[in-house]
């Protein structure tokens, strides 16, 4: 188990060369440190959020399926907790995205985050005509150039080993082929990191920092159940596996989740539908909605209920180093000792012949 809280400090100098690193990021963000969270639905919340952006971090409101309303209760709850800035995610494909938008700049939130899809221009443009910074999702080289061009203040650039819906490339392919080419914007890396090492080496890569989801679903401040945060602590990297999909005339969208019950009654139930396709009982939109209602609710009742085995336990495959219950304050230390100590090792390492 890490005993990071116990350890010793790093020198300041490799403290100062970290904060150097993360200048960029920070600045953007407007936060002690590069360090984002990831928008997590119903783990994202105001105590999180809140704990995150007062630990130096820059924590975001995951908005979700929320109405307008709703989001404006959440961002006023969350500036009631902390005066430091934050942000919030939005879903591209919400049907009230405009609205969403407009609460954000009516309550002056600085940073919203576009998120599940391109962004239509007229929301970018409307975010960024109202005074916030405009954050996107870029999953390759082309269309990280086009969300630039499309006015994207900054980007970030997630990979398959994120938890809750994927994309098909690894972090640590994206990162290869996005940043040497990409210097205009800031770029946030994210998927499966979880220390302090790989931060560091991707800083170095030329990402302006980094966005963290699974690391922090156990802080002390998340509302998650506690039965949702002991699947988190035992929970190993392999243990964190993409849905899978039986037939390709039912495409299935990947979503990184610990197996549990539900895992194998979706598989079960998908296999029943396209038996109920193929006798003719049932036709191809309404079996194809079916196997997409099957999860709906589950991330909740996991999260909220602690239903942990017919919930989503969604996860990224850093959850192998969620060790244990920690305040966000403590994480976030964590995660810049391990950098700056890895960066104060190799300057301490003897030369080679």
Known sequence: MDAAPQEMAPPDWALAEIDALMARGAAFLGSRYALMGGAMSWVSERNLVAALSNAGAFGVIACGAMEPPRLAEEIKGTQALTSKPFGVNLITMHPRLDQLVQTCLEHKVGHIVFAGGIPPGA??????????????????????????????????????????????????????????????????????????????????????????????????????????????????????????????????????????????????????????YLAGEVEKAAAQLDIEHFWAGALRRAVIDGDVENGSLMAGQSVGMVTREQPAAEIVRELVWQAAAALAARRRAPATA
């Open 123 to 276: 929301a970018i443009k409307a975010a960024k005509d109202g005074g916030a910074k405009v954050v996107c999702f870029a999953p390759a080289l082309a269309l990280a150039k086009k969300l630039v061009r499309s006015g994207a203040d900054a980007l970030v650039i997630e990979g398959s080993e994120a938890g809750g819906h994927i994309g098909p490339v690894s972090l640590n392919v994206l990162a290869q082929e996005i940043l040497p080419h990409m210097r205009d914007v800031p770029v946030f890396v994210a998927g499966g990191i979880g220390r302090g090492e790989a931060i560091l080496s991707y800083l170095e890569m030329g990402a302006a920092g980094a966005q963290l989801g699974t690391r922090f679903v156990c802080a002390t401040e998340s509302i998650a159940h506690p039965n949702f945060k002991r699947a988190f602590i035992r929970g190993a990297a392999r243990d964190a596996l993409p849905t899978v999909q039986l037939d390709e005339r039912f495409p299935v969208i990947p979503v990184r989740a610990l197996q549990n019950e539900g895992t194998k009654r979706f598989l079960e139930h998908q296999a029943e539908t396209i038996r109920r």
